[in-house]
Nanobody, 120 residues
Framework: QVQLVESGGGLVQPGGSLRLSCTAS????????MGWYRQAPGNQRELVAS???????NYADSAKGRFTISRDAAKNTVYLQMNGLKAEDSAVYYC??????????????WGRGTQVTVSS
C-alpha cells in the first residue's frame, strides 16, 4: 500500500517560514496530483495547495503570494514552502496523493499529518 511520510512541521513565530516535505513510497500507479491540506481544531479539512503531474498548481486564496508548492517527480516528493506565516495558518497539515486507477478512476492517499503552530 502507498505510504506518505511528512516532515518539516514545527513551531514558528509570526512572519517566519517553514518548508514541509512529503515523500510517497510503494507507488506503482501513475500520480495525477500531489497536494497539501490542513485542518485546524473545529474546522473542516481544506485544500492549501496542489500540483498536477503536468506541473500546474492551485492555491487557496489565503495561501497565494505566501506559499509555494513544488515537486521532485523522480523522488515522488512534494514540498510546501510557507513564508510570512500567520497565526491562522496553525493547523495539522496533511499530504495527499491522487493516483490513476487501472480501472479508469482515481485513488487518494493521505499522510498522517504534521503540526504547524504559528505563535509568538
Amino acid at each position: 500500500q502507498v505510504q506518505l511520510v511528512e516532515s518539516g512541521g514545527g513551531l514558528v513565530q509570526p512572519g517566519g517560514s517553514l518548508r514541509l516535505s512529503c515523500t510517497a513510497s510503494r507507488v506503482t500507479l501513475s500520480i495525477n496530483s500531489m497536494g497539501w491540506y490542513r485542518q485546524a481544531p473545529g474546522n473542516q479539512r481544506e485544500l492549501v495547495a496542489s500540483i498536477v503531474s503536468g506541473g500546474m498548481t492551485n492555491y487557496a486564496d489565503s495561501a497565494k503570494g505566501r506559499f509555494t508548492i513544488s515537486r521532485d517527480a523522480a523522488k515522488n516528493t512534494v514540498y510546501l514552502q510557507m513564508n510570512g506565516l500567520k497565526a491562522e495558518d496553525s493547523a495539522v497539515y496533511y499530504c495527499n496523493v491522487v493516483l490513476r486507477s487501472d480501472l479508469g478512476g482515481s485513488i487518494s492517499y493521505w499522510g498522517r499529518g504534521t503540526q504547524v503552530t504559528v505563535s509568538s
